[in-house]
């Protein structure tokens, strides 16, 4: 269901790679129908395309069906159909996953089909199974991730090549790595709904995008890029999720300087990385494609081949709902600062609110950044308020990630 980016791609990988998937599956998997409203004559499928639902959900030879749609409606009805009709189902659709994933992974539960979305983390980047899987020995604590291509790709341009924002957006767009609507990447929704499906994961309670603080990079400007990397940072637009000692979530996503010696700083472009902390293991870092045709639709084609080996047993993949009674507040997470002002006697005043902070001041004019130590984020803001208040222009405020 859907013929686009992705979609195009899933149907590529199984007619180019038919072979190598017949050696794993033991049986070919045939692409019997095609759901999109355009017409594509020239696709070597194209007699295979129909612009009604009800073709597939009929059918009772399909017995796995890829939604690579997007957007929530009408991939939640079409996807609960097929799970309520015994067929297993496959996505990238990481909204749907944020959305709905509870929900789909409980109806999948009843029907004793699967529900498999590989592809809606990381792109190309096997994470969701090593997390289900491989990692299940582990007490896992924390996960972050640079979790959007588009956003890495555009600050990666700004860092390396001094290139405007738009300029590189165009060309992430260009690339084929963006939403449809670019807002969801460079406003952080896209890195929030992938570190949601995977906190959902590691603490197995479904946690819902609007219970996450979430901002994006729109606000990030070269100084920031240039005064990052004299304190020694990169800037990068992370997903972090915390379990705190006492039980509770702490998550955000938002762009942190991270520091050059960190796993998390060296991953550019469109590729991303995610960090599993795990008690046994300690750092995991999984590094890849995490968007473009060929190393998405290659996590989808890995779901469809798990679903046809397990036909006829569920894989365990699965978590309760969540009401985010488990989350704390964003002004009681705690992060160390990087702040950007202008102003007169800019840094002494800070120093006298901030106490130990580390500066750097261009010579001949007013303009300095520092960076704090650690508080809570609600003090922070108490603080860049007074000195708002003291005649101190904020420009800038970006969080440090312990990374
Ligand atoms: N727009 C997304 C990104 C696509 O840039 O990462 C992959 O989810």
């Known amino acids: 269901m859907g013929h686009g980016v992705v979609g195009s791609g899933v149907a590529e990988i199984l007619l180019t790679h038919k072979q190598k998937l017949f050696a794993s599956v033991g049986e070919e998997i045939y692409v019997k129908k095609v759901l999109d409203l355009r017409e594509f004559p020239d696709s070597p499928i194209a007699d295979r395309f129909t612009k009604n639902f009800e073709d597939i959900i009929h059918d009772l030879e399909i017995r796995v069906v890829v939604e690579v749609m997007g957007g929530l409606h009408p991939a939640y009805e079409f996807v609960s159909r097929c799970l309520k009709a015994g067929k297993s189902v496959v996505t990238s659709n990481k909204e ?20 498999l979305f590989e592809a809606s983390v990381g792109g190309g980047i096997p994470i969701i199974r090593p997390m289900n899987q491989c990692l299940v020995a582990n007490i ?8 959007n291509g588009t956003t890495n790709f555009i600050l990666t341009k700004m860092i390396e090549d001094g290139m405007q924002f738009e300029d590189a957006l165009r060309l992430a767009q260009d690339l084929g790595f963006a939403e ?10 896209d890195a ?6 995977l906190a959902s994961l590691a603490f197995g309670k479904h946690i819902y995008p609007q219970s996450v603080h979430t901002e994006g990079i729109t606000k990030i400007t070269l100084e920031d890029v240039k005064y990052a990397e004299k304190f020694g940072y990169v800037i990068k637009l992370i997903g972090r999720v915390k379990k705190l000692p006492n039980g509770k979530i702490d998550i955000v996503t938002a762009p942190m300087l ?29 590094y890849g494609r995490g968007a473009g045709k060929l190393p998405t639709a290659s996590a989808v084609v890995a779901d469809v081949v798990d679903c046809i080996s397990h036909l006829k047993q569920r894989r365990f993949l699965y978590w309760a709902d969540g009401d985010g ?10 992060f160390a600062m990087y702040v950007r002002v202008k102003g007169k006697d800019a840094v002494s005043k800070a120093q006298a609110l ?25 003090v922070f803001i108490e603080k860049i308020n007074k000195l708002s208040a003291d005649n101190v222009e904020v420009l800038s405020t970006i969080r440090i990630g312990d990374l």
């Open 96 to 115: 749907l996953v944020a959305a709905y994933g509870a929900d789909l992974l409980e109806l999948a539960r009843q029907e004793n089909v699967n529900f």
């Open 140 to 147: 896992v604590n924390e996960v972050a991730g640079i979790l």
């Open 180 to 189: 449809r609507n670019p807002a969801a990447d460079i406003e952080g929704h």
């Open 192 to 197: 929030c709904r992938k570190i949601c499906i």
């Open 258 to 286: 991270v520091p050059f010696k960190s796993q998390l700083a060296n991953i550019d472009n469109e590729f991303n990385g995610i960090m599993v902390r795990g008690d046994c293991t300690g750092d995991v870092v999984f």
């Open 325 to 334: 009674s488990n989350i704390i507040n964003v002004n009681d997470s705690v």
């Open 354 to 378: 901030f106490g130990d902070i580390q500066h750097i001041s261009m010579p001949g004019n007013s303009r300095a950044a520092f960076t704090t130590g650690e508080m809570t984020y609600g």
